[in-house]
């Protein structure tokens, strides 16, 4: 059964960290490119960062780039998502998808290219 399980949301303050994990099951990490998107309340979904599954090669938008790293481990088909010096504005729910791009077009990494999202996990940035 395809699956992708976020966990690891929570409440932290400004300039803390917190590492989001996305448990994978029915394909394998190596032939899928997997990606991180977001999305606050009243604003647009937002893809973050998105890592190839067969070269290990990663790409990050403007917004989080020198803050987040996107990892993976193919033994336990699991990606994370290690952000740090988080600021409020990182606020949203946090999605783990499936897709066969990880191009940035325009500045942004396009939601269409992703087949399968995962359920979300909160993560809040509050003083």
């Known amino acids: 059964q395809l699956q992708l399980v976020e966990s690891g949301g929570g409440l932290v303050q400004p300039g803390g960290s917190l590492r989001l994990s996305c448990a994978a099951s029915g394909f394998s990490l190596d032939d899928w490119v997997i990606g991180w998107f977001r999305q606050a309340p009243g604003k647009e979904r937002e893809g973050v960062s998105c890592i190839r599954g067969w070269s290990g090669e990663t790409n990050y938008v403007d917004s989080v780039n020198g803050r987040f790293t996107i990892s993976k481990d193919n033994a336990k088909n699991t990606v994370y998502l290690q952000m740090d010096k988080l600021k409020a504005e990182d606020t949203a729910v946090y999605y783990c998808?499936?897709?066969?791009?990880?191009?940035?077009?325009?500045?942004?990494?396009?939601?269409?290219?992703?087949?399968?999202w995962g359920q979300g996990t909160q993560v809040t940035v509050s003083a």
């Open positions: 998808v499936r897709g066969r791009s990880c191009a940035i077009v325009a500045g942004a990494i396009r939601a269409e290219v992703y087949d399968f």
